[in-house]
């Protein structure tokens, strides 16, 4: 059985993958083959050569966040596998822009304010929603293209809050959903208290734990208050409309009321 795995940027699917690895009956590749974005004109027989050999009973993973957002992924491969399972790894959106701005602007340290880019308009408070950073999280959006081939039992959200904050929840429901044994549990994480965040002790393997959250280290610039005021507002109602589409409240307003 083969599934892919997506997730959208700076959302936890890098811990995800570390954490679901450690189960014996999953194969994961290690790097982003982003076979239905961008390679796709390669063939499939470039990507099975990509992915890793399972045995029965194994499961095949892959992780390219970048096909939530991407218009013909959902197409291609439903055209490959139907039957696919799908994880997305959600988080607030408003972290996730910033996180997102933080990342280009450690690469790209000449690029305008975080302000600049995400209003069309300051003095009206129009928020540009052909922005990058921004449109991503607008995940109603992304997922009403994924419906569209894919039955919502098909797919699972994950909490990239919960991931951090309770990592064995999270994998108990990523095992439940893959059908695969609980194996995955408590005894795999520990918290670092240095980090701030859970981090992967495979048991079997003496190498140095992996931690689940952000292993950059990067801090977050400082955003005027009003601008993340303004974010809230324009995110609130498509928040809304995904908890209505997955069935699931990711309280991410409560998150913010409780700041």
């Not at 795995?5 to 083959?33: C, F, S």
């Not at 470039?46 to 096909?67: A, C, F, H």
């Not at 909490?159 to 994998?171: H, V, Y």
């Not at 079997?204 to 601008?227: F, M, N, W, Y």
Request: with cysteine; net charge positive.
């Amino acid at each position: 059985m083969a599934w892919g795995q997506w997730g959208e940027w700076k959302g936890g699917t890098r811990a995800l993958l570390e954490a679901i690895r450690a189960h014996p009956d999953v194969r994961a590749v290690g790097t982003e083959p982003h076979f239905f974005d961008r390679n796709y004109e390669k063939g499939l027989e470039w990507y099975r050569n990509v992915m890793p050999k399972t045995l029965d009973g194994q499961i095949t993973m892959e992780k390219t966040p970048s096909y939530f957002v991407t218009n013909e992924a959902p197409r291609r491969i439903h055209s490959m596998a139907r039957d696919t399972k799908l994880i997305v790894v959600v988080r607030n959106p408003v972290t996730r822009a910033i996180s997102d701005y933080t990342q280009t602007l450690s690469k790209k340290p000449e690029i305008p304010t975080f302000e600049v880019l995400a209003f069309k308009n300051r003095t009206l408070g129009l928020i540009d929603a052909s922005w990058s950073a921004i449109r991503i999280g607008i995940y109603a959006l992304h997922l009403e293209n994924w419906l569209q081939y894919f039955p919502l039992s098909q797919i699972l959200f994950v909490s990239g809050e919960r991931l951090i904050t309770d990592p064995a929840g999270e994998m108990a429901k990523v095992q439940d959903f893959l059908g695969l044994k609980r194996i995955v549990t408590e005894k795999h994480f520990y918290f670092n208290k240095t980090k701030g965040f859970p981090c992967l002790k495979k048991p079997e393997d003496s190498s140095a734990p992996r931690c689940l959250g952000k292993s950059k280290g990067r801090t977050h610039p400082q955003i005027d208050p009003d601008v993340i005021h303004r974010l809230r507002k324009f995110y609130k109602p498509f928040n809304v409309m995904f908890y209505q589409m997955t069935g699931q409240d990711f309280q991410w307003e409560q998150e913010e009321s409780d700041k």
